[in-house]
């Protein structure tokens, strides 16, 4: 398979928008963690999960050079993983928002913090 430099430059802008995943899971996460520390009864579900998995986040960018190598048109390869990054960021960013701030835990905080 021949790689020329557009597609190594793809790839790479691929990368650093995967990369956006694990870095903020490993900045914010653990802070919320901290944050919700003094109540865990009150964690649904999605939070739970979150927090215990959070690690996994570092596997999105290697997914993406996955996707990127094994694409089946290499021409259209450098369009889709550059798309799949974007929407993949863009959804799991969302996510992990979601399932960070359930109204419950963050109005308790508030509560624990201003007596």
Known sequence: MAVDRKDVAFLLGSLLIASIVPAAAFFFVPSFINMF???PELWPTQTRILFSHYRLSLLFPA????????W???????AATLLLSGLGTFSLCALGWWAMTPQELVLEAIGRSHP
Do not use: E, I, V
Not at 63 to 70: D, I, R, S
């Open 72 to 78: 089946p048109k290499p021409t259209r390869r450098n």
């Open 37 to 39: 520390s003094g109540f």
């Open 63 to 70: 997914l993406m050079t996955l996707a990127w190598y094994f």
